[in-house]
Nanobody, 112 residues
């Protein structure tokens, strides 16, 4: 079984920054393919960013390119999402995902 535990999140002002972490444990060898999704009031989850094979470019949704950075510590089985230049439309519950496993979600709120 794979467990994913997010940390971080909270309240930020527009233009501010927040950092999220997701630690994986259990039956997992690597975190290639691990991604971040977000779910707003419409309840639809959208992929935000995902880790790819080392040496390859990570995936980013167009809405966050240039503002968010996903990074990974493969030895620690931890993926991070650094969110800069936050906008109110970034407000959502952010979920870590790998395969069929999901984290519990962490709330990110961006408001003045």
């Amino acid at each position: 079984q794979v467990q994913l535990v997010e940390s971080g999140g909270g309240l930020a002002q527009p233009g501010g920054s927040l950092g999220l972490s997701c630690a994986a444990s259990g039956s997992i060898f690597n975190i290639v393919g691990m991604g971040w999704y977000r779910q707003g009031p419409e309840k639809q989850r959208y992929v935000v960013a995902a880790v790819t094979t080392p040496g390859s470019a990570n995936y980013y949704a167009d809405s966050v390119k240039g503002r968010f950075t996903i990074s990974a510590d493969f030895a620690k089985k931890t993926v991070y999402l650094q969110m800069n230049s936050l906008k109110p439309e970034d407000t959502a519950v952010y979920y870590c995902q790998l395969g069929t496993s999901w984290g519990q979600g962490t709330q990110v709120t961006v408001s003045s």
